[in-house]
T-cell receptor
Framework: TQLLEQSPQFLSIQEGENLTVYCNSS?????LQWYRQEPGEGPVLLVTVVTGGEVKKLKRLTFQFGDARKDSSLHITAAQPGDTGLYLCAGAKSGGGADGLTFGKGTHLIIQP | DVKVTQSSRYLVKRTGEKVFLECVQDMDHENMFWYRQDPGLGLRLIYF???????EKGDIPEGYSVSREKKERFSLILESASTNQTSMYLCASSSAGGRVGEQYFGPGTRLTVT
């Protein structure tokens, strides 16, 4: 089983601050997804990155896929209380089937007003 | 808008009961999945299905079975519920033509076994 390590596990910051969460592995992935999950709900897909070095932006969220396609980061600028949630990364191995998806354990993010 | 629905948001069952969790998707997706989510352990794949009447074991299939009689519906069955099956259960679906990691999740069923 491939591992995806997410860090930090927990992060609590004030509204308006910037933050970065990381998703690291020793394995190469064909694509990597980021999800956000709010309490009592299922994860919601935010973005997919596919190409090494790829950067995608979603409003104040910036996602980057590492050059070697083994790691990824999520940067939030000027965090808002609405950004609070559990952020999950998931990596799919090349040629893998549905069981080839590996989830990280998540980063619990709290943005305090 | 894509939609995955689960039959119950909260469920309380007694040890030894047979439990059915239902999941329905309206996106005509080929792939469907059942996960459980526990604090500190993340999401773990229980079973998945590529097609009607097809099923494959995931990482933790023991104590569970599944049924997929129709494309849009995937059921998870706990044959004899035990307290260690208390968890959040998440159903997901994805298109066979899309990326395997791009899954659409239901709202989850929080199951408590007493």
């Amino acid at each position: 089983t491939q591992l995806l390590e997410q860090s930090p596990q927990f992060l609590s910051i004030q509204e308006g601050e910037n933050l970065t969460v990381y998703c690291n592995s020793s394995s190469v992935f064909s694509s990597l997804q980021w999800y956000r999950q709010e309490p009592g709900e299922g994860p919601v897909l935010l973005v997919t990155v596919v190409t090494g070095g790829e950067v995608k932006k979603l409003k104040r969220l910036t996602f980057q896929f590492g050059d070697a396609r083994k790691d990824s980061s999520l940067h939030i600028t000027a965090a808002q209380p609405g950004d609070t949630g559990l952020y999950l990364c998931a990596g799919a191995k090349s040629g893998g089937g549905a069981d080839g998806l590996t989830f990280g354990k998540g980063t619990h993010l709290i943005i305090q007003p | 808008d894509v939609k995955v629905t689960q039959s119950s948001r909260y469920l309380v069952k007694r040890t030894g009961e047979k439990v059915f969790l239902e999941c329905v998707q309206d996106m005509d997706h080929e792939n469907m999945f059942w996960y459980r989510q526990d604090p500190g352990l993340g999401l773990r794949l229980i079973y998945f299905s590529y097609d009607v009447k097809m099923k494959e074991k995931g990482d933790i299939p023991e104590g569970y079975s599944v049924s997929r009689e129709k494309k849009e519906r995937f059921s998870l069955i706990l044959e004899s519920a035990s307290t260690n099956q208390t968890s959040m259960y998440l159903c997901a679906s994805s298109s066979a033509g899309g990326r395997v990691g791009e899954q659409y999740f239901g709202p989850g069923t929080r199951l408590t076994v007493t």
